[in-house]
């Protein structure tokens, strides 16, 4: 009885998930049914100690812009919300091999830092923000 007791302050410090559906190649509803704002979601994907995203990919206008996954400019005219959505989530879903990082998943993973065991890379809400960023990348040319 005194562990239950000493570990549920521990669990309220844990996130609670917000329940999603993969269809397809997609994650069509927002996490927690709220949408995500542009401008914090900006602020997340170009931030290299958050979202960590220019590390990898270019088009995003912010330095580093890395060469290892695909640009992302123009990426919101390629994919849907739901399909930027389920990318950020779970990548792996799509392709088992992928080096992007699972940013709203915890189970499963083995060569997590000890900082991140046990909790997501993104909370729901910034997962939404990201993907509402991403959404608004329409022309390559104008994202840059």
């Known amino acids: ?6 570990a549920a302050p521990l669990l309220l410090l844990l996130p609670a998930f917000a329940p999603y559906a993969v269809e397809g190649d997609a994650i069509p509803a927002p996490l927690e049914g709220r949408a995500g704002d ?3 979601g900006r602020a997340i994907a170009t931030d290299a100690r958050k979202g960590l995203c220019t590390l990898c990919h270019a088009g995003l206008g912010a330095r580093p812009e890395g060469d ?3 640009s992302l400019a123009g990426v919101g005219a390629r994919l ?3 399909q930027l959505r389920l990318r950020l989530v779970d990548g792996r879903a799509l392709n088992p091999a992928t080096v ?6 915890i189970d499963g993973l083995t060569r997590v830092g000890p900082a ?7 909370e ?11 959404a608004t990348l329409r022309r390559e040319e104008e994202d840059r």
Not at 1 to 6: G, T, V
């Open 1 to 6: 009885m005194r562990r239950i007791a000493l």
């Open 68 to 70: 290892l996954g695909p």
């Open 124 to 134: 729901a809400a910034e997962i939404e923000d990201v993907v509402a960023y991403l």
């Open 116 to 122: 991140w065991r046990d909790r997501p890379i993104l």
């Open 80 to 82: 849907s919300p739901g």
């Open 100 to 105: 992007m990082p699972s940013y709203y998943r």
């Open 38 to 40: 542009p401008a914090r």
